[in-house]
């Protein structure tokens, strides 16, 4: 029994081992890695490896473009973005010539005295330095005002001023029932006279000079005088500037214009030195990068073409003592060259102001005050002279002559027939009349309205005919049929409205109606009719509807030249960069204008030249001869129009009167030039004299030129 039983737990221990060691083997198993898995570790560390090898190398290729290959590019990256810059100011403007290379506009050179507020100036030597000056400079205070006294006062009596707000004002200050301004307000109100009679004339130029240290921005450059600034006065302020605390002198720039006042107004006006931007201009500016005391182009060319002729300002950092290092040179702006030839301009304006004095002192000439000419290149769109002269009466009855050329591009007239030929053009292409065809020219009554005639009744006529002794009927009956209408005498007349369409597209293509796009900051379109009445349209055919500008007229007649090719007009010729080492030469060619072509009539080119044709028969033996001088192998068209004014300036037209126009080229067979006058308001209706004003300008300047350019 006792041997079973020790048998039997030996069995049972012999179990548990056997079981414990099958249990060790399987976890012993479990825990030793396998082949595999050695294979997977091992290829884990070598991609580490591999990963942190490239990772280093690429760390140090970096740090060695950073500091080594890169460094002279990043430290000025570094030296941007910490130091301090700062610009001077303006560089002189380009100059502006004409298309003969004669110097227009310059720049001279003006002794100009400034000031530029100190970090951490305060009040006190502001008014001290203020002082100082006065017994240096010749100062003009005539334009300071009671406010800029009170000012100067305040600033010396802060205290004392402070000391009439009540406590109750104050209380409301802390409440915010009141603000600075308010506070500001009232202490102006409670200075006295007797307050600022303690100043005398000296005090007085001095409280000027502090306004204008004051004036504008805190830290910008301040002029304080650069009229009439004597040799002294320079010499004292330049070689005092060590004790002058912000007070300095340069060389700065003004317009000077060689020939006076011709075509000044085209040629714009630059902002003064004290202005700086206008107001109205300024977010147009401030987009581009200027600052608003910047002096820039404030109207006409120098406005248009302020991206050529403004300066590079100069460049400063500003050093560890608030000195001004020099970075880069300021630089003048680039130099332009115009179409205008200034001694055909300067003809032109002394010529016209002459004629439009003249003819004011003929009869009927009431309301007449002013013509415009144009004379242009028909083949490139080059504006050659161009002018408008405007007749005033002074208060003793005193004539006096004012430049009027604006209203070239913004002044629309009724034109009259000058646009025969584009209305010519519209019954061809549409059919209403083939080349040669003759038509009765005879009065038109249609029901419930006046005759309309041509200026004589001329029987049976052609084309040819009706533009040389510029016929209404002629053009009456082709706007008939062009809107598919059937006419009797003093019957209805029903027209498709579709035909006005159709003339003011033909009269667009030629550039009436829309903008001729010449280079100028302002450009009108001119009176578009709404009415579609049968009779409007034949107005409209004569010229007696819409309105165009005078340069509206100048790229119809031109289109008309050249063939049918619709042109820019254009006053910028060229651009050059300023010259290095020589003021007198130009640097690079930066830019030349090339003709550019709108828009094509489209008509048959054969119906071009009959109308051409027409034209120069106009000139040779017709209604405009003697209009382009001795030059009669010349073509054009005469304008006679009724216009209506507002004579007694309510708003109202109330008033019938004649304007007079005239349009041209030459030579007829290949011209150079064309011609554009215009004389608006030249008489009264059906009175028995009528100036022959645009007759003459037209034939003077057309002779100049050709004694010119022979």
Same mark, same amino acid.
Request: with cysteine.
């Given at each position: 029994?006792?041997?079973?039983?020790?048998?039997?737990?030996?069995?049972?221990?012999?179990?548990?081992?056997?079981?414990?060691?099958?249990?060790?083997?399987?976890?012993?198993?479990?825990?030793? !890695?396998?082949?595999?898995?050695?294979?997977?570790?091992?290829?884990?560390?070598?991609?580490?490896?591999?990963?942190?090898?490239?990772?280093?190398?690429?760390?140090?290729?970096?740090?060695?473009?950073?500091?080594?290959?890169?460094?002279?590019?990043?430290?000025?990256?570094?030296?941007?973005?910490?130091?301090?810059?700062?610009?001077?100011?303006?560089?002189?403007?380009?100059?502006?010539?004409?298309?003969?290379?004669?110097?227009?506009?310059?720049?001279?050179?003006?002794?100009?005295?400034?000031?530029?507020?100190?970090?951490?100036?305060?009040?006190?030597?502001?008014?001290?330095?203020?002082?100082?000056?006065?017994?240096?400079?010749?100062?003009?205070?005539?334009?300071?005002?009671?406010?800029?006294?009170?000012?100067? %006062?305040?600033?010396?009596?802060?205290?004392?001023?402070?000391?009439?707000?009540?406590?109750?004002? %104050?209380?409301?200050?802390?409440?915010?029932?009141?603000?600075?301004?308010?506070?500001?307000?009232?202490?102006?109100?409670?200075?006295?006279?007797?307050?600022?009679?303690?100043?005398?004339?000296?005090?007085?130029?001095? &409280?000027?000079?502090?306004?204008?240290?004051?004036?504008?921005?805190?830290?910008?450059?301040?002029?304080?005088?650069?009229?009439?600034?004597?040799?002294?006065?320079? &010499?004292?302020?330049?070689?005092?500037?060590?004790?002058?605390?912000?007070?300095?002198?340069?060389?700065? %720039?003004?317009?000077?214009?060689?020939?006076?006042?011709?075509?000044?107004?085209?040629?714009?006006?630059?902002?003064?030195?004290?202005?700086?931007?206008?107001?109205?201009?300024?977010?147009?500016?401030?987009?581009?990068?200027?600052?608003?005391?910047?002096?820039?182009?404030?109207?006409?060319?120098?406005?248009?073409?302020?991206?050529?002729?403004?300066?590079?300002? !100069?460049?400063?950092?500003?050093?560890? $003592?608030?000195?001004?290092?020099?970075?880069?040179?300021?630089?003048?702006?680039?130099?332009?060259?115009?179409?205008?030839?200034?001694?055909?301009?300067?003809?032109?304006?002394?010529?016209?102001?002459?004629?439009?004095?003249?003819?004011?002192?003929?009869?009927?000439?009431?309301?007449?005050?002013?013509?415009?000419?144009?004379?242009?290149?028909?083949?490139?769109?080059?504006?050659?002279?161009?002018?408008?002269?405007?007749?005033?009466?002074?208060?003793?009855?005193?004539?006096?002559?004012?430049?009027?050329?604006?209203?070239?591009?913004?002044?629309?007239?009724?034109?009259?027939?000058?646009?025969?030929?584009?209305?010519?053009?519209?019954?061809?292409?549409?059919?209403?009349?083939?080349?040669?065809?003759?038509?009765?020219?005879?009065?038109?009554?249609?029901?419930?309205? !006046?005759?309309?005639?041509? %200026?004589?009744?001329?029987?049976?006529?052609?084309?040819?005919?009706?533009?040389?002794?510029?016929?209404?009927?002629?053009?009456?009956?082709? &706007?008939?049929?062009?809107?598919?209408?059937?006419?009797?005498?003093?019957?209805?007349?029903?027209?498709?409205?579709?035909?006005?369409?159709?003339?003011?597209?033909?009269?667009?293509?030629?550039?009436?109606?829309?903008?001729?796009?010449?280079?100028?900051?302002?450009?009108?379109?001119?009176?578009?009719?709404?009415?579609?009445?049968?009779?409007?349209?034949?107005?409209?055919?004569?010229?007696?509807?819409?309105?165009?500008?005078?340069?509206?007229?100048?790229?119809?007649?031109?289109?008309?030249?050249?063939?049918?090719?619709?042109?820019?007009?254009?006053?910028?010729?060229?651009?050059?960069?300023?010259?290095?080492?020589?003021?007198?030469?130009?640097?690079?060619?930066?830019?030349?204008?090339?003709?550019?072509?709108?828009?094509?009539?489209?008509?048959?080119?054969?119906?071009?030249?009959?109308?051409?044709?027409?034209?120069?028969?106009?000139?040779?033996?017709?209604?405009?001869?003697?209009?382009?001088?001795?030059?009669?192998?010349? &073509?054009?068209?005469?304008?006679?129009?009724?216009?209506?004014?507002?004579?007694?300036?309510?708003?109202?037209?109330?008033?019938?009167?004649?304007?007079?126009?005239?349009?041209?080229?030459?030579?007829?067979? $290949?011209?150079?030039?064309?011609?554009?006058?215009?004389?608006?308001?030249?008489?009264?209706?059906?009175?028995?004299?009528?100036?022959?004003?645009?007759?003459?300008?037209?034939?003077?300047?057309?002779?100049?030129?050709?004694?010119?350019?022979?």
């Amino acid at each position: 029994m006792s041997l079973f039983k020790h048998k039997y737990v030996n069995n049972i221990s012999k179990s548990k081992i056997s079981k414990k060691k099958t249990k060790l083997k399987t976890l012993n198993k479990k825990i030793k !890695p396998s082949k595999y898995l050695e294979d997977i570790i091992e290829k884990r560390y070598l991609f580490i490896s591999i990963f942190l090898v490239i990772f280093f190398i690429i760390i140090g290729i970096k740090l060695f473009n950073l500091q080594i290959l890169s460094y002279d590019k990043y430290s000025l990256s570094l030296t941007s973005a910490t130091e301090k810059k700062i610009e001077g100011s303006s560089s002189p403007r380009g100059r502006i010539y004409d298309r003969n290379y004669n110097l227009l506009v310059d720049n001279k050179a003006i002794k100009t005295i400034y000031y530029k507020k100190q970090n951490k100036i305060t009040t006190k030597e502001e008014i001290e330095l203020a002082y100082t000056i006065g017994e240096i400079l010749d100062i003009d205070y005539s334009k300071l005002s009671e406010y800029r006294l009170k000012n100067f %006062w305040y600033k010396n009596n802060y205290d004392l001023a402070r000391s009439r707000i009540t406590d109750n004002e %104050w209380d409301n200050y802390s409440k915010r029932k009141l603000n600075d301004q308010d506070i500001e307000n009232l202490i102006f109100e409670r200075i006295t006279e007797d307050d600022l009679s303690i100043y005398t004339e000296k005090d007085k130029e001095v &409280a000027y000079i502090y306004y204008l240290m004051n004036k504008g921005y805190s830290y910008a450059e301040k002029i304080i005088k650069n009229k009439n600034v004597t040799e002294e006065e320079y &010499a004292k302020i330049s070689e005092n500037i060590d004790s002058l605390k912000g007070f300095n002198t340069k060389l700065d %720039w003004e317009r000077i214009y060689l020939y006076g006042d011709t075509f000044k107004s085209i040629l714009g006006s630059v902002s003064s030195d004290t202005q700086g931007i206008p107001e109205e201009l300024a977010s147009i500016y401030l987009e581009k990068g200027y600052s608003l005391d910047d002096r820039v182009g404030i109207s006409y060319l120098e406005y248009q073409y302020e991206d050529y002729l403004k300066g590079a300002k !100069p460049v400063y950092k500003i050093g560890d $003592n608030n000195e001004y290092i020099l970075v880069s040179q300021g630089k003048r702006g680039n130099d332009i060259v115009l179409t205008i030839d200034i001694e055909l301009q300067k003809y032109l304006e002394d010529m016209l102001s002459k004629e439009v004095i003249n003819a004011k002192s003929e009869p009927n000439t009431k309301y007449y005050n002013r013509s415009f000419a144009i004379l242009s290149n028909p083949k490139t769109g080059e504006i050659l002279a161009m002018s408008g002269k405007q007749v005033i009466k002074k208060d003793n009855d005193k004539k006096e002559i004012i430049d009027y050329t604006p209203g070239i591009t913004t002044l629309p007239v009724t034109p009259g027939s000058v646009v025969k030929g584009a209305s010519m053009l519209v019954g061809y292409k549409y059919n209403a009349i083939k080349i040669g065809e003759v038509l009765h020219d005879e009065c038109i009554k249609i029901k419930d309205t !006046p005759e309309k005639c041509s %200026w004589k009744t001329m029987g049976n006529i052609d084309d040819l005919y009706a533009l040389r002794y510029s016929s209404n009927v002629y053009q009456y009956k082709i &706007a008939i049929e062009v809107g598919k209408g059937k006419y009797q005498y003093n019957k209805g007349l029903k027209i498709e409205e579709e035909a006005f369409n159709k003339y003011r597209s033909m009269y667009a293509s030629f550039g009436l109606g829309v903008k001729t796009e010449i280079d100028l900051p302002v450009e009108s379109l001119g009176y578009s009719g709404k009415s579609k009445l049968p009779g409007h349209l034949l107005d409209f055919s004569i010229g007696q509807y819409d309105t165009y500008t005078p340069i509206q007229l100048s790229q119809y007649i031109n289109t008309l030249a050249n063939g049918g090719n619709r042109l820019k007009p254009y006053l910028l010729k060229e651009v050059y960069s300023p010259s290095v080492n020589n003021e007198d030469v130009f640097g690079d060619l930066i830019h030349a204008t090339e003709p550019e072509v709108l828009g094509k009539v489209d008509v048959d080119k054969k119906y071009i030249d009959r109308v051409r044709l027409g034209f120069h028969q106009v000139v040779s033996n017709g209604l405009g001869y003697g209009y382009m001088g001795k030059y009669t192998n010349s &073509a054009g068209k005469t304008g006679t129009s009724q216009s209506f004014i507002d004579t007694d300036g309510n708003g109202v037209v109330d008033t019938e009167t004649i304007t007079s126009s005239f349009v041209g080229y030459s030579p007829s067979d $290949n011209p150079k030039i064309s011609i554009v006058v215009v004389s608006p308001d030249i008489g009264l209706p059906n009175a028995s004299y009528q100036s022959a004003v645009t007759k003459r300008i037209s034939s003077k300047l057309v002779n100049k030129y050709f004694s010119i350019y022979k």
